[in-house]
T-cell receptor
Framework: DVKVTQSSRYLVKRTGEKVFLECVQD?????MFWYRQDPGLGLRLIYF???????EKGDIPEGYSVSREKKERFSLILESASTNQTSMYLC????????????FGPGTRLTVL | LAKTTQPISMDSYEGQEVNITCSHN???????ITWYQQFPSQGPRFIIQGYKTKVTNEVASLFIPADRKSSTLSLPRVSLSDTAVYYCLVALNQAGTALIFGKGTTLSVSS
């Protein structure tokens, strides 16, 4: 069974802290994504990666960075967390050429105080 | 980019068939129609995709008329566990790399 896991389900951090969210997939997928989901705004793409060490900005990359050192692992980094980054963060992965059928992780609900 | 319009919410009872219609008037020729399901506190899950006519799988059916300006997701005999948000997607972002989710339809199933 395909699986995308995220390091935490719930996380509480303070303003200014550096935050790491980790995502691991076991499907040998080339493409991995980070989205955030907010009420009334749907899912918005933060960053994606189409290969190891490759990354592309999504629609809302400001305040975030990413790292993909291994094919199965994609990390989202909040360099200096702010309260407006309180959100649900969702990781997804998909095989090359199949962008429509993404597999999502369970999400990390991040609260920045 | 094609936009979608679907009802914000729907209510149903167990055992009923539920049809959720999505309109997408300016869908592009090469765009597929894809539906995702999201349970509370979980990530979205792909349930079905089609290009035209009808597609059926173990979860749902998808009906697409010839003009492709709308589509209908049909859930046969819903149960309480079908309570979720259902998203209709017909476009990728400008780079063609990511899905664009709208607000979806919140389906509530009661006993």
């Amino acid at each position: 069974d395909v699986k995308v896991t995220q390091s935490s389900r719930y996380l509480v951090k303070r303003t200014g802290e550096k935050v790491f969210l980790e995502c691991v997939q076991d499907m040998d997928h080339e493409n991995m994504f980070w989205y955030r989901q907010d009420p009334g705004l749907g899912l918005r793409l933060i960053y994606f990666s189409y290969d190891v060490k490759m990354k592309e900005k999504g629609d809302i990359p400001e305040g975030y960075s990413v790292s993909r050192e291994k094919k199965e692992r994609f990390s989202l980094i909040l360099e200096s967390a702010s309260t407006n980054q309180t959100s649900m963060y969702l990781c997804a992965s998909v095989g090359r050429g199949r962008v429509w059928e993404q597999f999502f992780g369970p999400g990390t609900r991040l609260t920045v105080l | 980019l094609a936009k979608t319009t679907q009802p914000i919410s729907m209510d149903s009872y167990e055992g009923q068939e539920v049809n959720i219609t999505c309109s997408h008037n300016n869908i592009a020729t090469n765009d597929y129609i894809t539906w995702y399901q999201q349970f509370p506190s979980q990530g979205p899950r792909f349930i079905i995709q089609g290009y035209k006519t009808k597609v059926t799988n173990e979860v749902a059916s998808l009906f697409i008329p010839a003009d492709r300006k709308s589509s209908t997701l049909s859930l046969p005999r819903v149960s309480l566990s079908d309570t979720a948000v259902y998203y209709c997607l017909v476009a990728l972002n400008q780079a063609g790399t990511a899905l664009i989710f709208g607000k979806g339809t919140t389906l509530s199933v009661s006993s």
